[in-house]
Each structure stands twice: as C-alpha cells, then as structure tokens.
C-alpha cells in the first residue's frame, strides 16, 4: 500500500518531544559541549532512543563540511593476494578516531584512479590515502583538489608524505640471521633485483652492506622473476652445474618456494644441507616444511600509521619507514663441517 512505509524521525521530533529546542537537541545528540544540565541531557538522549532516531549524515556533512569519512584508493589491495592487512590496519584506525574508510580500487589504470579520487572528494572525504599492494613508485594523483593526501606502501615525486617499509634494514636483518648462524661460504641471493623494483633493490643494499660488515659476500645470484616456477628454474639449473649453496636470501616467499622445490629434488634439506631466509611473511612462510624463517612486512602497521598520519595535528614527516619484524622460524642452521 501506497505511503505505508514508516516515515524517517527528524531532529525536530525529538525537540518537540523533549520539550528543549531543535538547537539543544543537536548539541546533545552530535556530543558537543554546551551548557546543558544532566537531566535534559539524558531526556533528550532518552527521547531519541525511544523514537529510534537516525542522524542524517549526508545532511550534516553538507552543512559541516565534515563526512567523518576516509577514502582509500589502491591498485588491486582488496581483490588481490597482497596487502589487505593495508586495509586492516588503516580500518582500524580510522574507526579508532570515529571515521569511516571507504576502500575503492583502481585496478592500476591511472585514469579510474583519477575518477576515483574526484568521486572521493565530491563526497567531502576528510584526506585521502593512496596505496599500492606492493611497494612501489607511483606517478603523482590527480583529482586531489586541496585535500589531505599519504601515500601508503608507495613514493611520489610529489610532496606528499609516504609511509613504507624500510626494506634496507629488513635486508640487513635477513643477512644478519645468515652472519649469526656462522655462514662464512656459499652465501647464494635468489630473485631479480632491476633498478626499477624498490623492495628488490633495497632489500640487496642492506644484505651487501650486512654481509660486507661480516667481510663476507653473495657468491652467486640466480636472477629469476619473484615466482615459484622462476626460482625453482635457475636453482634446479644451477644444481645440475654443480652449484652448492650452504645459505640461500630468497627475495620473497614465493622465490623460496621454488628454491624449497630444488634443494629437496637434489638431495640437500633445509636447514641441515642449506639455511633459506626470505621476505614477506606470507602464509607460505609458515605453510613451508620445514617452517620459512622469513622478514615480515609491516602491512598492519602501515596502514595504522597511513590513517593517524592523515588526521594528525602536526604536519607527518615526508616520508616514515616502518621497520620489518624478523620471523623466526626452522629455516636457518648453523653450517654442517
């Protein structure tokens, strides 16, 4: 039947109902200070729990100018397999300071980025964060107007602030754990490392700059891309070479997925015959028998840090490295005499 539908109570309902202005009523509701005593404060509190009143937040926003909401726009974050502690951690920031994430996906094609951002900012959104599920350097947005913008798991040239990984240390970390257990020989890298990838590059700083400290080198490196397939190629190649590595860096977890595939069909186990550490702390990392000792990235934390950054007080630092927790697990042995 036409016009049964339950019509929606106004602000105006409740004030009449309490008996105070429609004035008072809003500073109640919104939670804002105002001289109001205890017992009015309740009664309008009461009556609007009795009428099941709903504020109106498209209205509010219009006339505040403040959604209460944050946009977030990535590559493929949500639908891929990277990243959605990203989303996770800057979810809970945000409800943490009483926002709302709204998580669009560009599907790395600049121009939906672009109508995304726009989309975002029309909706009045309190910043915007930019992410990618893995990191990477990106062109500069487009569409921000004079919105707040942070860049997450990503650069720009522009000037807006990034929060990453601090993947040089994270390789110092991973040779480290090689160092401590007294590798001294065979000390093989896995996966490509082209200037264009920053976790490949920087994570080969810091394992060069760790292993020189020790005056120790990478003896070989078998250039793959980061997959199992690649990795399990060259390695299984190299074996049939008559290569023997007592101690493998895999760049990421699929890389020593592969490398695990190899050593195994040549004979050699992890850790007895060759120690592997590698990157990411992925499911793989725990999945893999033996147990992947593996350097993890700090999605969660990245995302928090993305979210309190945007809606700080202070101006955030250009750019914040998060340092990678090192995973401990049963990949790593001392080398057998």
């Not at 403040?66 to 409800?95: K, N, P, Q």
Request: net charge neutral; with cysteine.
């Amino acid at each position: 039947m036409r016009g049964a539908g339950r019509q929606r109570v106004r602000l105006r309902d409740v004030a009449d109902k309490a008996g105070v202005s429609p004035t008072t009523a809003s500073f109640v509701l919104s939670g804002r200070d105002m001289r109001v005593s205890e017992e009015t404060r309740q009664r309008v509190l009461r009556t609007a729990r009795e009428l099941d009143y709903r504020p109106n937040l498209a209205a509010r926003s219009l006339r505040t100018r403040d959604s209460r909401t944050i946009g977030l726009v990535a590559d493929t974050i949500a639908t891929g397999h990277y990243g959605g502690e990203l989303i996770r951690g800057s979810l809970r920031a945000a409800l943490r300071s009483g926002h709302r994430l709204l998580v669009c996906e560009s599907e790395g094609d600049p121009g939906l980025q672009t109508a995304l951002i726009e989309d975002l900012v029309a909706r009045q959104v309190a910043g915007l964060v930019v992410a990618t599920s893995s990191h990477d350097r990106v062109a500069t947005p487009r569409g921000v107007g004079g919105q707040p913008v942070v860049l997450l798991n990503c650069r720009s040239d522009a000037s807006y602030p990034s929060i990453v990984p601090d993947e040089v240390a994270g390789g110092r970390a991973a040779a480290g754990l090689i160092v401590a257990a007294e590798h001294r020989e065979g000390i093989w890298l896995v996966g490509e490392t082209p200037t264009r990838s920053l976790p490949g590059t920087a994570r080969l700083a810091g394992i060069e700059a760790t292993l020189a400290d020790a005056g120790l080198v990478i003896e070989e490196q078998l250039s793959c891309p980061w997959w199992p397939e690649g990795a399990y190629d060259v390695m299984a190649d190299a074996l049939a070479r008559g290569g023997r590595p007592r101690a493998v860096l895999c760049l990421n977890d699929r890389i020593a997925f592969g490398v695990y595939q190899a050593l195994g069909e040549a004979g050699l186990e992890v850790p007895r015959d060759v120690s592997v550490v590698s990157f990411d702390d992925s499911e793989l990392a725990s999945w893999l028998r033996p147990r992947l000792t593996s350097i993890a990235l700090p999605e969660f934390e990245m995302g928090r840090l993305a979210v309190e950054s945007l809606l700080g007080t202070e101006p955030p630092p250009a750019e914040q490295l998060v340092p990678m927790p090192v995973r401990v697990r049963d990949s790593v042995a001392p080398p057998v005499a």
